[in-house]
């Protein structure tokens, strides 16, 4: 079965320069979740997406911005980047919010040097 | 915090013991999930059990909800050492949009 494709799978930057995420749902999924997770720790939600629309809003930086394409494709754009940005960061789809299971991507390592 | 919390952080047994976890949670949920995570790799499914289910079953997994005490429980049986990973619980909050608000992890060790 089909699941959750997210490229890349490795992102090496400077601080302040920019970088761009993408996350391929799984066919039929209408809702995107973005979440970032520390190293050591659980996944924190960033934001989320049904139908092209953002759909919800958590702990994500101003610096961070993220919309869903019309393929459902998503991207999370991240500028200014600072040291702290460094981690995980899960794409997860879902077919209907908050009611049925969401599928993870295998996550974007992000190292920001 | 709308964080939960997970307990134990950390549990190491022997192969074919069986394995519990714990997760508590805060807020109202429409559902609450389990995941496994390898080390620093993805997050892995397991089971969802909804908020008006007690108690349900997956192969060697059974989890069960509380939802007066707003805990769950993820039991392992048999375990095997590929069972070693982070076991986290994650619940859909009943206000929000499906997000999922997760616990902070039990890391499992399973020695052959």
């Known amino acids: 079965a089909a699941g959750v494709i997210q490229s890349p799978r490795h992102l090496i930057k400077e601080k302040r320069e920019t970088a761009t995420l993408k996350c391929y749902p799984i066919p039929r999924h209408d809702t995107v979740y973005w979440y970032q997770q520390g190293p050591g720790q659980d996944p924190q939600f960033l934001i989320s997406?049904?139908?092209?629309?953002?759909?919800d809003k958590g702990s994500i930086p101003d610096r961070f911005s993220a919309q869903q394409f019309s393929d459902y494709h998503s991207e999370l754009n991240m500028s200014s980047l600072e040291l702290g940005d460094s981690a995980l960061y899960f794409c997860?789809?879902?077919?209907?919010?908050?009611?049925?299971?969401?599928?993870f991507g295998p996550g974007t390592r992000l190292l920001v040097l | 915090s709308q964080q939960g919390e997970e307990d134990p952080q950390a549990l190491s047994i022997q192969e074919g013991e069986n394995a519990t976890m714990n997760c508590s949670y805060k807020?109202?949920?429409?559902?609450l999930q389990w995941y496994r995570q390898n080390s620093g790799r993805g997050l892995v499914h397991l089971i969802l059990?909804?908020?008006?289910?007690r108690e349900k079953h997956s192969g060697r997994l059974r989890v069960t909800l509380d939802t007066s005490k707003k805990s769950s429980s993820l039991l392992i049986t048999a375990s095997r050492a590929a069972d070693t990973a982070s076991y986290f619980c994650?619940?859909?909050?009943?206000?929000?949009?499906?997000?999922?608000?997760f616990g902070q992890g039990t890391i499992l060790t399973v020695h052959p």
């Open positions: 997860a789809s879902s077919l209907d919010p908050g009611v049925e299971t969401q599928y």
């Open positions: 994650a619940n859909a909050g009943g206000t929000s949009y499906g997000k999922l608000t």
């Open positions: 059990i909804r908020s008006n289910e």
């Open positions: 807020t109202s949920i429409n559902n």
């Open positions: 997406f049904y139908e092209k629309m953002q759909s």
